[in-house]
T-cell receptor
């Protein structure tokens, strides 16, 4: 089947620390991969995406590389800020099933000043 | 202008009642979705409509009935509410043939007492 596994949270970091949130996937075919972010009290918004192997998605200092050999799409940021505190969701898109996104369980990130 | 808007944002009701959540998108997208987010932040797709036609119907109790009067609207009606229906319900939209980005509403928090 198609599924996404993320590291469990919450992840608590001090400001300016390095962030990694692990994401691995299982999929039939070649999915597109996404990271969405949900700030407190808001809906999800797209953070970055990659549509094929070895693509790197990047936005707002975050980046993730589509690794087909390890079926991974880990999210990284070199220096987190308090404003990055949110829930981060890794997701894959199944093209043949109505643009359906399958989400991981979400990882809560808390950044302390 | 809000791209994907849901009403109401908050809904508190008693078990056994019937309630509806409305969603409208002004992005011109042809596909709309309902997702349910539980208390642990886990997101699960419930339904997807493309141009008013149901294309995804996950294993959801038939007490939940989506209705799409036109491609800009997707409403969710829930009959005989149960305690386990308490969650945040997110509406989203996307454009078929796009790179897969979903645009989410801010969510409707349903509390069943």
């Amino acid at each position: 089947g198609n599924s996404v596994t993320q590291m469990e949270g919450p992840v608590t970091l001090s400001e300016e620390a390095f962030l990694t949130i692990n994401c691995t996937y299982t999929a039939t075919g070649y999915p597109s991969l996404f990271w969405y972010v949900q700030y407190p009290g808001e809906g999800l918004q797209l953070l970055l995406k990659a549509t094929k192997a070895d693509d790197k998605g990047s936005n707002k200092g975050f980046e993730a590389t589509y690794r087909k050999e390890t079926t991974s799409f880990h999210l990284e940021k070199g220096s987190v800020q308090v404003s990055d505190s949110a829930v981060y969701f890794c997701a894959l898109r199944i093209l043949e099933y109505g643009n359906k996104l399958v989400f991981g369980a979400g990882t809560i990130l808390r950044v302390k000043s | 202008d809000t791209a994907v808007s849901q009403t109401p944002k908050y809904l508190v009701t008693q078990m056994g009642n019937d309630k509806s959540i409305k969603c409208e998108q002004n992005l011109g997208h042809d596909t709309m979705y309902w997702y349910k987010q539980d208390s642990k932040k886990f997101l699960k797709i419930m339904f997807s409509y493309n141009n008013k036609e149901l294309i995804i119907n996950e294993t959801v109790p038939n007490r939940f009935s989506p209705k799409s009067p036109d491609k800009a609207h997707l409403n969710l009606h829930i009959n005989s509410l149960e305690l386990g229906d308490s969650a945040v319900y997110f509406c989203a939209s996307s454009q078929e043939g796009s790179t897969g980005e979903l645009f989410f509403g801010e969510g409707s928090r349903l509390t069943v007492l």
